[in-house]
């Protein structure tokens, strides 16, 4: 009894994530998901504090809309935006009322009967909701049916996503937001950028995002449910992941249990698996300069002819756009503790394929920060032969 215990209590939480899963993904459709939050936003401005919850929610039941994401949109009146919300609304409802707003004077305030004060509430939160929860429901529904435009894709998405759902709400919402919103990963499966075959090698892959989806697009192909139109996803015979924190490391290896091995370690200091393919994303700008050029060696040594590496690092002549990624990168590492043994080390794109050249590969270049704020740049480097490999890896970096 006492060893079931921790089972037991183990599987309560799972099944309180899956509830989450269901109350963050119920109510699905650009329609549906503009009026959740239309909705949420409005009531939010309706001055009945202590009930936006409750309305929320049997208002989400009947209408069969996202409860958790209108109560979120509700939280417009939060503590900080209350007091400027407020003063909005009664002067709104002032001006509805009688075409003049309210002096802004003391002796104005203590002379008005509190009753005054209270129907232009009413009036300005009906007004000043209605205005809001229009301008929401445009910005919701532009980024919705942007989404929806990802289509089958989505769905891939959706299902590589749920395999993290069992490590934890934050695990499930950082692959669900990372997967759409990069463009790597849909580059990774639908760009014709990897081979056939073989095995997989991803360096530094995290949660193992790009394993998950390759396992899920590989799935969909055989099982028949991809996309006519697009062209068939790369089908690897083994997957395998390297990542050196043990708590990340821990995460991918439970959501590709039997789709991959996640091994936790540092590339830099064990040896390579030989494979056809291997994956560098955004790794290299992370390391010091004579590490970038140690790793590369190990690889340029371990990939098989014919084979293929994709790396995706970022551009240190990008203006503002690496500002960001420089930013991103220090928040991350302030977030994971991690900030004072935090390394930047990046370069520009000619920087970039120079390096690539004196360890032996050619360097396809193309943009990979599209839809984002980063200046992200991805490589497809292929081996050239090995005697002009030994001797461009022998020269000075």
Known sequence: MIRALPLATRGFSFQLRKRFSTLRTEGAGAARETAA???GVFIGCLPIYGLHLLVCWVTGLVLRLNRLKMYLAANISNPFVAPWLLFAEVQTGAWVRRGTFHPLTRAAIVSTPLSVFGLDLVYGSVAVGLTLAAAAAAGTYSLVRRAARNGPFGELVRRAADRYLASGITAWEFARGKLAMDPVYRAGVTGRLLPDGGTLVDIGCGQGLMLALLADARAAY????????????????????IETRPRVASIARDALDGAA??????????????????????????LPRADQDALLASVAGQLEAGG??????????????FKAVRLGNRLKAFAFGTWRRQTFHPRTPDEWRACFERHGFEADV????????????LFRL???????????SALPA
């Open 308 to 321: 293929v590496v994709l790396v995706r690092a970022t551009d240190a002549g990008a203006g503002w756009r």
């Open 366 to 377: 193309r943009p990979m920060g599209e839809g984002t704020p980063f200046a992200n740049v």
């Open 37 to 39: 939050i239309a909705l």
């Open 222 to 241: 055989e099982g028949g449910a991809w996309p006519s139109g697009w062209p068939p996803p790369p089908r690897f015979d083994r997957l395998v992941g």
């Open 261 to 286: 091995v996640v091994h936790q370690t540092d590339a830099r200091t064990t040896s390579i698996e030989r494979a056809r393919a291997m994956l560098l994303f955004d790794v290299l700008h992370l």
């Open 382 to 392: 292929t081996a050239r032969d090995a005697a002009a490999r030994a001797s461009r």
